[in-house]
Structures are given as C-alpha cells and as structure tokens.
C-alpha cells in the first residue's frame, strides 16, 4: 500500500516543471563544484587546497554541495503534497479506504524520497562526466564516487522529505508562511551542522574535512578547521592540489547517517497524532448528519435572471480596484495590523530600515500575482475575457499598490527630508518587485516559485550584497533606471507568455 501511494505521488510530480528545472539546477551545480583548475571560485575550499579531481573529491565535494542545494531549492519541489490531496478530492476518496494515517504519511515521504533520489542519481552521473572532463584523474571508481551520495546526500535528503510533510501537516505552514519560514530553518541547519561535532555528522562537511585535515597533515601542512568554507566562494589565486584519500567508509560513519533517516522517519510520522486523514467528522469531532447534501449535489439555479446595475466611472480604474480586492482577499487582520504598524515604524526609522521591512512584509500577497486563476481554477473563465493584456496591467498596478501601501511611510519620510534619489530608487524597486512576482505566477504558475526565490534575494541585500539592491537602500547599487528596465523586461515577459496562453484557448 505504501509503495502505491509513493509511485503514484511520483510519477506524478517528475512530471512537473519545477522538477526539470531543479534537475537542471542540480546539473549546473555538478559543474559549479569542480571547476577548472584555473579558476578563482569554487564550491569547497580546503584551506586553500582541494582535491585532485578524482573519483572520490569530485563525487565528495558534489555530493555535500548536492545536498544543501536540494536541501533548499528540493524542499519546494517536494511540499505541497497533502493540499494537492485535498483540493483534487484525492483525500475524500482515500478517507474512504482502509489506509491508516501513518500508512499515508509513510508512502507521502517515501514520494518524497523518491523525488530526491532521482535528483541525486543524476548529480551522481555529473559528477562522473565532469571527473572525465577535467582529466585530472581518468580512473573511475565506483564505490568512490557513489558512497558520498549515498552517505552525504541522500540521508539529509531524507530528513529534508520528512520536514517538507512536517510542514505540510501544520496548517499555519502549509501555505506560503512555510515556505518563507523553511529559507531561514535552511540557512541555519546550513550553517550549524557544517561543524565537525556536528549531530549524527550534519551535511557531512565534518567527514571530509577530517579526512582533509589528517591527509594535508602527512604532507606536513597544518590547517584549522576555520580554513575549511563551503559555498561559491571567490579565491585570490587558484587552489593547490593534493591526493585526498577519500571518506573512511566505517561504521561510525554509517552509523551516524543510519541515524539520520531514522530521525526522518519518526519526525515523517509524527503528523499521524493528529493529522486526520481528509475525514471531515474526525476534524470536527462530529459525525456528518444523514440527511447532508452531498458534496457535489446540483444546486438550486437563480429564478430569474440576475439584473446589474450600472456603474459608472472609468473601466481601467474599475478593473484596477477589483484586481487589487482580489488581491488582498482573504488577507488576515493581523496582516492589516503588521501593516499599520510599518507604515508607524517607517516614518520614524531610517528609509533604508523601513523599505527592507516594507520590501519582505508582502511577500505572500505578492506571490500572488498571476498565479490566482490557476490555484482558484478559473482559468478557463478568464480565457474568454477580451481584455487579457488589459487584466494583466491591472494586477501588475494592484502589486505596485502594495508595495505603495507599506512603503508608505520611509516615502513620505524621503519626501520631507527631500530625499529624491532614493524615492526615485524605490519606485523602480516596487515597479521590479510586481513585474518579477507576476513573470514567476504566469510561468510557474504557483506563488511557491516568487517565495523560495525572493526572500532569498532580499537576504542577500539585507546582508550588503549592492549588486542585487534593488530596493535602493545600499550604496553601490544599481542605477533606479535599471533596475526599472530589468521589471520592464520581466513585465514583457509576462504578458507574452499570457498573450500566448491565451491565444491558445
């Protein structure tokens, strides 16, 4: 039973674009991680030094950058699998199956899994052609190459599967919350467990960096594990080479990693305490009445036929409104008041303080753009609008109103101190930000590809990154202009894309 639910839930999301493009994604990263040998960037440095690009440092160091990128960008591939559920009334037809709950959870995360895993089997086969293109080391050894994705990769792949369900079962982060909430859990578990006393090993960086250590060590080089860094990382000078005799494949290592799936499994499981299968009465705690319409009885038709008023006023300002009520539908009070309490804080703060509060508070609305006809399935409703190009423009304007409403307060405080630069330089930010959630709604066709992409866009300009400040608040960024060209380009690519769907209908 198990096995049915995970190869049906698979062979249903390998068939979806975010999985190609993450696939892609993991491709170019097996580029990233063994780069040419005169190169000034790398993914792993060894204290100034790497590996010979054998079968063992290249299957190492792509594996462990495998497995925190799949550990970020895997997550949002993977999520969503029980809202899927519910929403396509798969859930209504399981509750009426003898499945228990923990059954479900166990086949949900072993989908999971299976996405993973075949995600790494094709790092995995980079990794080889890469070892053969650089031609440091034409010997290919299997159990070199495939034990660090077996041991690195998959094992915190496993974890990643299991708090991607975690998170599916928590209301309060089954939506766009947890996708924002998961970059910040990522970046952390990034970091922490890239220590050597890391838990049951972390992602693994502590076994070749041991390993590193005690091989540069005979060659008489001392190095301290602060001279180890993982990530793209720009170097001064090429680095030096040296025979890494590989990861010691011993118990304690399968040992600890064993742990690891272990853990998965319980933290994949544990929703089963109150998780309730899609059985309405068991939610509640009250049992549906006998006499209850079905789900999908006929209903009622309007006696008559319904009579609109006429309104008056201008049809693109009236167009503007009910995309900007659309929106905003649904939107919570405490969003209304956070927003209150920003406008507050912006006009007291620095506007550089108060626009990268302003540029992350509407993350979620924003995600919105484009994607709403396909998450409330009336895209076939607003195939036969004449006016497609026109509705567009509208709700590209209402996330540009957005941005206007946080952004109240550092503008108005720019506008007293007559700070022209930097309003010029938020209007072209707030102008990118609507172009660049509503390019990733229409290709996508889901908010979670705006959130797993911004937010971490923005923590790169919180953290002085002037080269991607787009919200205008460091110096060194780039010009308003553009900035306000690249929305420029997104905005066209959404419409064309649109112009094109549309046409198809």
Request: avoid cysteine; proline fraction near 5%.
């Given at each position: 039973?198990?096995?049915?639910?995970?190869?049906?839930?698979?062979?249903?999301?390998?068939?979806?674009?975010?999985?190609?493009?993450?696939?892609?994604?993991?491709?170019?990263?097996?580029?990233?991680?063994?780069?040419?040998?005169?190169?000034?960037?790398?993914?792993?440095?060894?204290?100034?030094?790497?590996?010979?690009?054998?079968?063992?440092?290249?299957?190492?160091v792509t594996a462990l950058a495998?497995?925190?990128?799949?550990?970020?960008?895997?997550?949002?591939?993977?999520?969503?699998?029980?809202?899927?559920?519910?929403?396509?009334?798969?859930?209504?037809?399981?509750?009426?199956?003898?499945?228990?709950?923990?059954?479900?959870?166990l086949g949900k995360f072993t989908?999971?899994?299976?996405?993973?895993?075949?995600?790494?089997?094709?790092?995995?086969?980079?990794?080889?052609?890469?070892?053969?293109?650089?031609?440091?080391?034409?010997?290919?050894?299997?159990?070199?190459?495939?034990?660090?994705?077996?041991?690195?990769?998959?094992?915190?792949?496993?974890?990643?599967?299991?708090?991607?369900?975690?998170?599916?079962?928590?209301?309060?982060?089954?939506?766009?919350?947890?996708?924002?909430?998961?970059?910040?859990?990522?970046?952390?578990?990034?970091?922490?467990?890239?220590?050597?006393?890391?838990?049951?090993?972390?992602?693994?960086?502590?076994?070749?960096?041991?390993?590193?250590?005690?091989?540069?060590?005979?060659?008489?080089?001392?190095?301290?594990?602060?001279?180890?860094?993982?990530?793209?990382?720009?170097?001064?000078?090429?680095?030096?080479?040296?025979?890494?005799?590989?990861?010691?494949?011993?118990?304690?290592?399968?040992?600890?990693?064993?742990?690891?799936?272990?853990?998965?499994?319980?933290?994949?499981?544990?929703?089963?305490?109150?998780?309730?299968?899609?059985?309405?009465?068991?939610?509640?705690?009250?049992?549906?009445?006998?006499?209850?319409?079905?789900?999908?009885?006929?209903?009622?038709?309007?006696?008559?036929?319904?009579?609109?008023?006429?309104?008056?006023?201008?049809?693109?300002?009236?167009?503007?409104?009910?995309?900007?009520?659309?929106?905003?539908?649904?939107?919570?009070?405490?969003?209304?008041?956070?927003?209150?309490?920003?406008?507050?804080?912006?006009?007291?703060?620095?506007?550089?303080?108060?626009?990268?509060?302003?540029?992350?508070?509407?993350?979620?609305?924003?995600?919105?753009?484009?994607?709403?006809?396909?998450?409330?399935?009336?895209?076939?409703?607003?195939?036969?609008?004449?006016?497609?190009?026109?509705?567009?423009?509208?709700?590209?304007?209402?996330?540009?109103?957005?941005?206007?409403?946080?952004?109240?307060?550092?503008?108005?405080?720019?506008?007293?101190?007559?700070?022209?630069?930097?309003?010029?330089?938020?209007?072209?930010?707030?102008?990118?930000?609507?172009?660049?959630?509503?390019?990733?709604?229409?290709?996508?066709?889901?908010?979670?590809?705006?959130?797993?992409?911004?937010?971490?866009?923005?923590?790169?300009?919180?953290?002085?990154?002037?080269?991607?400040?787009?919200?205008?608040?460091?110096?060194?960024?780039?010009?308003?202009?553009?900035?306000?060209?690249?929305?420029?380009?997104?905005?066209?690519?959404?419409?064309?894309?649109?112009?094109?769907?549309?046409?198809?209908?």
């Amino acid at each position: 039973m198990i096995a049915g639910l995970a190869l049906a839930d698979f062979r249903d999301r390998v068939r979806r674009p975010a999985y190609a493009v993450t696939l892609l994604a993991a491709v170019g990263l097996g580029y990233l991680a063994a780069p040419a040998a005169d190169a000034r960037w790398v993914i792993l440095d060894l204290a100034g030094y790497r590996g010979v690009y054998d079968s063992a440092y290249v299957g190492a160091v792509t594996a462990l950058a495998g497995a925190v990128w799949l550990m970020f960008g895997g997550f949002y591939v993977v999520r969503g699998t029980i809202r899927r559920d519910e929403r396509t009334g798969v859930g209504q037809v399981l509750a009426a199956t003898p499945v228990s709950r923990v059954a479900y959870l166990l086949g949900k995360f072993t989908s999971n899994l299976l996405v993973f895993a075949s995600m790494t089997g094709v790092l995995a086969v980079t990794a080889l052609v890469m070892q053969l293109a650089r031609g440091e080391s034409r010997t290919v050894d299997p159990v070199d190459l495939l034990a660090p994705f077996v041991l690195i990769t998959l094992p915190v792949l496993a974890l990643t599967a299991a708090a991607a369900l975690l998170f599916d079962a928590v209301r309060p982060l089954s939506g766009g919350l947890g996708n924002v909430t998961w970059f910040f859990v990522w970046m952390v578990l990034a970091i922490v467990s890239q220590a050597s006393g890391a838990l049951l090993g972390g992602l693994g960086m502590g076994y070749i960096a041991d390993s590193a250590r005690a091989d540069l060590a005979a060659r008489g080089v001392a190095v301290s594990g602060a001279e180890f860094g993982l990530g793209l990382m720009n170097v001064e000078q090429p680095l030096r080479t040296f025979d890494w005799s590989g990861l010691d494949l011993g118990a304690g290592l399968v040992t600890e990693r064993l742990g690891i799936v272990l853990v998965a499994l319980a933290v994949a499981a544990l929703p089963a305490l109150w998780f309730h299968r899609f059985d309405t009465a068991r939610a509640t705690g009250t049992p549906a009445p006998a006499d209850a319409v079905p789900p999908f009885a006929p209903t009622v038709a309007y006696p008559g036929l319904p009579r609109t008023a006429v309104r008056r006023g201008s049809p693109a300002v009236r167009l503007f409104a009910g995309e900007l009520r659309i929106l905003v539908q649904g939107v919570g009070r405490w969003w209304w008041f956070g927003t209150v309490v920003l406008v507050v804080v912006g006009l007291a703060a620095p506007p550089a303080m108060g626009l990268l509060l302003a540029g992350i508070w509407p993350v979620l609305v924003w995600s919105r753009l484009g994607t709403q006809p396909v998450e409330n399935n009336t895209s076939g409703l607003l195939g036969a609008y004449p006016a497609a190009r026109r509705r567009l423009l509208a709700e590209w304007a209402a996330g540009i109103a957005i941005a206007a409403l946080v952004g109240a307060g550092p503008t108005v405080r720019m506008l007293v101190t007559g700070d022209a630069g930097g309003l010029v330089a938020w209007v072209a930010g707030a102008v990118f930000i609507a172009s660049l959630a509503l390019a990733l709604g229409v290709v996508g066709r889901t908010q979670r590809l705006f959130q797993a992409l911004y937010v971490p866009l923005w923590y790169l300009v919180v953290n002085d990154a002037a080269p991607l400040d787009y919200l205008g608040v460091l110096r060194g960024g780039p010009v308003p202009g553009l900035v306000a060209g690249a929305g420029a380009m997104l905005l066209a690519v959404a419409v064309v894309v649109s112009g094109v769907r549309h046409a198809r209908r």
